[in-house]
């Protein structure tokens, strides 16, 4: 917490570090941006900078669908780019 007195900036000693790991006691210390844990296991990026991503309907129920749907479901698709920077920003790319 900080108080403003005639100009000078008066740091409150009590909540020096409760913010967490990610705060030191140097004020002015931006916090750490996080991964998103979930996008990282699902989104790979290629060498030319796009977001590779894999089609869904290929996990279960096989048995009942035909072999030329479930070869076209194994290849991965580009994202869209109404998707990516929402994608990138959780990437922290």
């Not at 000078?8 to 409760?18: N, Y």
């Not at 941006?33 to 989104?43: I, M, V």
């Not at 279960?60 to 669908?65: G, P, S």
Request: charged share 30%; proline share 2%; hydrophobic share 30%.
């Amino acid at each position: 917490m900080i108080h403003l007195c005639a100009a000078v900036v008066i740091i409150d000693e009590r909540h020096q570090g409760a913010a967490g790991p990610n705060h030191t006691k140097e004020y002015g210390t931006m916090p750490k941006n996080k991964t998103h844990s979930g996008a990282k296991k699902r989104f790979k990026l290629t060498g030319s900078g796009k977001i590779k991503r894999q089609q869904a309907n290929r996990r279960h129920y096989l048995e009942h669908k035909s072999s030329r749907l479930t070869r076209r479901l194994a290849s991965d698709q580009i994202v869209t780019k109404a998707d990516e920077g929402r994608i990138k920003k959780m990437l922290g790319l």
